[in-house]
């Protein structure tokens, strides 16, 4: 196998020019999450292996020819951009309202630069190259994939990605046995109260009040209910009500994700929210309304995978992070398990332009990365060959 990263790893660095370009092209032009169709078109194009099967209404499994017949490795990489307005500056910067804040370009290139020189050199196992949309909205156009039977009409039983993450070295790859990213129910809350003139507070009930004690009182849940080895995360990301500061509305609503790293934990933390938001509503004379958003489940990484891979990434010269997690969500997670083992890579960028997060408008990864997350793909899919079947 040694022979075959040389060869492959040779393969992708004269592939690395045009995917570099392939990178700035769509960045350039992004799509928001369900409507990548032009960026699945073009990135298909570039892969030089057909038009494969649309998936998700508007992703693309392709199936890479130059191996043999058998069971076939999935390559994953995201198509949609987030809604960000760009502030890198760069002449290949984003011409709309979208932007590629999350390093979904970098993925692409890396898996085109990757299926492009596996059909040269050949490998020994099929590569389904899967081109997914709506990583960054529910609902996830991963569950779509498994749901669709692709995965299972090409007999995958593993599936690989590698993301950019800031927050690791330059150099490192982290790659971590267990779960790895948090699953993620997103909540609305709706407090009923009564509202009326700001000066007689003792003639109101006020669901503002009610709702600022809430989000206190939901910071219980990580900090007294949920063993603090494991974790969790509550957040507050909106709150929306009244419309003038000398009056008391009749409600008001909060907006948040809840996350934890156990799935044990999860049905003990979403009956907590629920006593909490209704304990508070009736300590405060309200009443609330509590709707919950399923998203993603723990983000599993087969043991494996894991162990394989960072064998080859040693073996290429990173430097492997075996401790990294991160209460981030992604929808990669319903790759890992129920018929398939998942495994998700984080290549370190480091401080990137001195912008520490995902996400950002300033968020623009070095074109160096596409090979790094190529390499780490590589290694991925050397460790399917190696690890045992599930």
């Not at 979904?104 to 059909?119: E, K, P, S």
């Not at 503002?208 to 974790?231: M, W, Y």
């Not at 300033?362 to 793909?377: E, G, S």
Request: net charge negative; with cysteine; glycine share 12%.
């Amino acid at each position: 196998m040694s022979d075959l990263w040389t060869r492959w790893t040779q393969a992708i660095a004269e592939e690395l020019p045009a995917a570099v370009e392939l990178r700035h092209a769509v960045h350039a032009d992004p799509r928001g999450s369900g409507e990548e169709e032009d960026t699945a078109r073009l990135v298909a194009g570039a892969l030089g292996a057909g038009d494969g099967t649309r998936v998700a209404k508007t992703g693309r499994a392709i199936l890479l020819p130059g191996a043999p017949d058998g069971p076939a490795v999935a390559l994953r990489a995201e198509l949609d951009a987030l809604p960000v307005l760009e502030g890198t500056g760069v002449p290949w910067a984003s011409g709309n309202d979208l932007m590629h804040a999350c390093g979904h370009d970098v993925h692409l290139a890396a898996l085109v630069a990757v299926g492009r020189a596996a059909q040269r050199v050949g490998v020994p196992r099929p590569i389904l190259a899967l081109l997914q949309p709506r990583e960054e909205t529910s609902p996830p156009g991963a569950l779509d994939v498994v749901e669709s039977g692709v995965l299972a009409e090409h007999g995958v039983d593993t599936v690989i990605g590698a993301h950019v993450q800031p927050r690791i070295a330059h150099g490192v790859v982290s790659a971590v046995p267990g779960p790895v990213n948090a699953s993620t129910d997103e909540f609305e809350v709706t407090m009923h109260g009564q509202g009326g003139h700001a000066g007689y507070p003792q003639l109101l009930r006020d669901p503002i009040l009610a709702l600022s004690q809430l989000v206190v009182s939901l910071q219980q849940i990580a900090s007294r209910r949920i063993d603090p080895v494991f974790g969790a995360v509550c957040s507050i990301g909106r709150i929306q009500g009244g419309a003038a500061a000398n009056v008391v509305p009749n409600s008001a609503s909060a907006f948040g994700s809840l996350r934890l790293m156990r799935t044990k934990d999860r049905e003990r933390a979403l009956e907590t929210l629920a006593d909490i938001v209704h304990g508070t509503a009736r300590a405060h004379g309200c009443t609330a309304e509590l709707e919950i958003s399923p998203c993603e489940p723990v983000l599993d990484n087969d043991p494996a995978l894991a162990a394989g891979a960072q064998q080859w990434l040693r073996h290429a010269g990173f430097v492997v992070d075996e401790q990294f997690r991160s209460f981030g969500a992604d929808d990669f997670a319903h790759y890992c398990g129920g018929g398939t083992r998942g495994l998700m890579l984080f290549v370190g960028l480091g401080d990137t332009a001195g912008v520490p997060s995902l996400h950002d408008e300033r968020f623009l990864p070095r074109d160096q990365a596409v090979t790094q997350v190529a390499h780490a793909l590589v290694a991925g899919y050397l460790a399917a060959l190696d690890a045992p079947a599930p």
